[in-house]
């Protein structure tokens, strides 16, 4: 199990477990060597205390000069065994031993702060390790979690680009909006004016109407005149070539001939007059009416000679008629 853990942590795994060891192996150390201070033998302090330096690290160190409290000791222990007496020799071993058993508890002491240190270190490696096994059991779903969460940014940057594009679209579209709003807006103007213009324009072509149809009354009221005119200078002609034949019989044949041509045209032309009345408009703007310029004739002898008729002359060689065309 802890082989799996090494391998799914890392080196910090391996790191935190060698730092493990060291602690375990220092706290076995430690304990030794206390256990040791407290049933030394009588007989043999040095030897004792000898064999103990190496165990809690109070022993010359690798170069040879003495390390921890191995210094003190060299300083209290004698060059070489002298022949004193039994009490003195007890009484140094005494003094020997107790120096040592002070310094070997301080560094106990020591040691048991570091293994306490240690011990604390070991517990938050061992949580980064728990942690670091439950991140290594996740990797899997934070992987995939890792490229839903690419997926969904390439999406919405997908989406932002379009919504972009859209927003350029919009703008123009408000362009060409507003412009054919303003353009809506002249178009409007330009209509009511052209309204204003069509109802001028209705107005005079009302008025116009009215007078056009005053207009036909009146020429045809005229053309009943006219009518009525020509008829009567008919009837003056006719009676005029009456008086003639009566005064003269020798020109009888041909004032009745000249007589009968100038009947003939009037007739004719009264009937085209009147049929040119009763045809359309443009007929009658193609042949216009004669105006009126003179008085309507009377009855009798002293009628004026009109266009058209009979007219007799008193020569002196006797008397002739002409028509005057």
């Given at each position: 199990?802890?082989?799996?853990?090494?391998?799914?942590?890392?080196?910090?795994?391996?790191?935190?477990?060698?730092?493990?060891?060291?602690?375990?192996?220092?706290?076995?150390?430690?304990?030794?060597?206390?256990?040791?201070?407290?049933?030394?033998?009588?007989?043999?302090?040095?030897?004792?205390?000898g064999a103990l330096a190496p165990t809690?690290?109070?022993?010359?160190?690798?170069?040879?000069?003495?390390?921890?409290?191995?210094?003190?000791?060299?300083?209290?222990?004698?060059?070489?065994?002298?022949?004193?007496?039994?009490?003195?020799?007890?009484?140094?071993?005494?003094?020997?031993?107790?120096?040592?058993?002070?310094?070997?508890?301080?560094?106990?002491?020591?040691?048991?702060?570091?293994?306490?240190?240690?011990?604390?270190?070991?517990?938050?490696?061992?949580?980064?390790?728990?942690?670091?096994?439950?991140?290594?059991?996740?990797?899997?779903?934070?992987?995939?979690?890792?490229?839903?969460?690419?997926?969904?940014?390439?999406?919405?940057?997908?989406?932002?680009?379009?919504?972009?594009?859209?927003?350029?679209?919009?703008?123009?579209?408000?362009?060409?909006?507003?412009?054919i709003a303003r353009s809506f807006t002249?178009?409007?103007?330009?209509?009511?004016?052209?309204?204003?213009?069509?109802?001028?324009?209705?107005?005079?072509?009302?008025?116009?109407?009215?007078?056009?149809?005053?207009?036909?009354?009146?020429?045809?009221?005229?053309?009943?005149?006219?009518?009525?005119?020509?008829?009567?200078?008919?009837?003056?002609?006719?009676?005029?070539?009456?008086?003639?034949?009566?005064?003269?019989?020798?020109?009888?044949?041909?004032?009745?001939?000249?007589?009968?041509?100038?009947?003939?045209?009037?007739?004719?032309?009264?009937?085209?007059?009147?049929?040119?009345?009763?045809?359309?408009?443009?007929?009658?703007?193609?042949?216009?009416?004669?105006?009126?310029?003179?008085?309507?004739?009377?009855?009798?002898?002293?009628?004026?000679?009109q266009r058209g008729a009979w007219q007799?002359?008193?020569?002196?060689?006797?008397?002739?008629?002409?028509?005057?065309?």
């Open positions: 199990m802890d082989g799996d853990l090494l391998a799914a942590c890392g080196p910090g795994a391996g790191a935190a477990s060698s730092s493990s060891q060291a602690i375990e192996a220092a706290g076995e150390n430690a304990g030794q060597a206390f256990a040791a201070l407290q049933s030394p033998p009588a007989g043999s302090p040095r030897r004792e205390v809690c690290g109070i022993g010359p160190s690798a170069s040879g000069s003495p390390t921890g409290s191995a210094v003190g000791f060299a300083q209290v222990q004698p060059s070489r065994p002298s022949a004193s007496p039994p009490r003195m020799r007890e009484a140094e071993a005494s003094t020997i031993s107790g120096s040592t058993e002070a310094q070997l508890s301080q560094r106990v002491a020591h040691l048991e702060a570091d293994l306490a240190l240690l011990r604390q270190r070991k517990a938050q490696l061992e949580r980064e390790n728990e942690e670091l096994a439950a991140a290594a059991a996740e990797k899997p779903d934070l992987e995939v979690r890792l490229k839903e969460a690419l997926a969904n940014g390439a999406r919405l940057e997908a989406e932002c680009r379009r919504h972009r594009a859209d927003e350029a679209r919009r703008e123009q579209l408000e362009d060409q909006q507003a412009e002249q178009l409007q103007h330009v209509v009511s004016q052209l309204v204003m213009r069509l109802s001028e324009i209705n107005a005079q072509h009302a008025r116009l109407s009215e007078e056009k149809g005053a207009a036909e009354a009146a020429s045809a009221a005229l053309r009943v005149e006219l009518q009525k005119w020509r008829d009567l200078r008919g009837m003056a002609s006719t009676a005029t070539a009456g008086h003639a034949f009566s005064h003269s019989s020798h020109g009888l044949l041909s004032v009745g001939r000249g007589s009968s041509t100038a009947c003939g045209r009037s007739h004719s032309c009264s009937s085209s007059c009147a049929g040119r009345r009763r045809s359309c408009q443009s007929c009658r703007l193609r042949c216009p009416s004669q105006p009126l310029t003179g008085t309507p004739p009377r009855r009798g002898l002293g009628v004026a000679p007799p002359q008193q020569l002196s060689g006797g008397v002739t008629g002409s028509a005057s065309v």
